[in-house]
């Protein structure tokens, strides 16, 4: 396996399932500490036992809320604490919640950004000293809903993301003085726990494969396989820059 990562320390987001199990499993394969944390605490448990019985290594807290400045602060020191840096972060963890915008609940909406923006920008804060020490890399996760909007209901969701992906473009212009990338990913419709409930309604899962060009569900193994090369040395002269992954549901 290709250690491309070997010994470098990243903190994950949101490791309890989908893409941020994925990350700690992939990015562990290939020679990463992985620190993770999730609100939740019976999927991260999962997540480090899956890593280190492929022989990675992982140590996770939990639950740590990440939309609370004290708990993410807290976290991120701990997790820096424990191999002394910090080389990647990965803000994947969110949740959002859904309704019209002629009814849309205001806690609904302040949940939104608490949970989708605030612990992005809470978390990269605690965590760029660390990273500015020796330079590294931000992934951060937006969506396709805040490009192109979120269908029925998505008004936080898309404002929220469209915030991610204008808040890596800042990261970026702060960080390239400090060697530090910032990169969005834009994942369209992807099989996890967090939209199970649409992937497993075959009505509804006909209809989101309909949408794409490549005609199948993503999968959190398409979204990671950027991650990993976006936070690669090989990906040195990118940064700012928001990347795609929707089976071309965007394209057209
Ligand atoms: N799945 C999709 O179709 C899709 C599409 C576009 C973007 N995304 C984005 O990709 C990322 C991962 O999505 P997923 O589908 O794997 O999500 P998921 O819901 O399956 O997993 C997200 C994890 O984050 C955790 N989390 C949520 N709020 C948290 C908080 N305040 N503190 C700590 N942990 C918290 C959850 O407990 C969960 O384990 C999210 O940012 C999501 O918005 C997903």
Redesign the pocket.
């Known amino acids: 396996m290709n250690q491309r990562f070997k010994d470098k320390v990243i903190l994950i ?2 490791t ?5 199990r994925e990350a700690a499993l992939r990015f562990a394969a290939e020679g990463a500490l992985v620190v993770g ?4 605490t019976d ?1 991260n448990r999962e997540t480090v036992e899956m890593v280190r019985q492929q022989g990675g290594i992982i140590d996770t807290m939990e639950p ?4 609370d400045p004290d708990q993410a602060q807290r976290w991120v020191e701990d997790a820096a604490a424990i191999h002394g840096r910090i080389d990647i972060l990965y803000n ?5 919640r859904f309704a019209p915008i002629e009814t849309f609940p205001i806690e609904d909406w302040q949940f939104t950004m608490r ?2 923006v605030n ?1 992005v920008f809470y978390v990269t804060r605690f965590a760029w000293p660390y990273l500015k020490r020796q330079g590294g890399v931000i992934l951060n ?5 805040g490009m192109a909007g979120s269908g029925p209901g998505g008004a936080g969701h898309a404002a929220a ?1 469209g915030a991610v992906i204008a808040l890596t473009k800042q990261l970026a212009q702060e960080g390239a003085e400090h060697n530090i990338r910032a990169v969005t990913i ?5 099989q ?4 199970a409930a649409h992937a497993e309604n075959p009505e509804i899962r006909e209809m989101l494969i309909a949408r794409n060009i490549i005609k199948r569900i ?1 999968q ?1 193994e398409d979204v990671v396989a950027l991650a990993l090369f976006l936070a690669s040395d090989e990906a040195s002269f990118i940064t700012g820059a928001n990347y795609v992954v929707d089976g071309g549901r965007t394209s057209n």
């Open positions: 987001t949101g309890g399932g989908g893409m941020g944390c999730d609100v939740k999927g740590v809320d990440l939309g994947n963890a969110s949740a959002c949970n989708e612990l996760t937006g969506s396709i809903a993301k834009s994942p369209g419709f992807v996890t726990p967090g939209t993503g959190p």
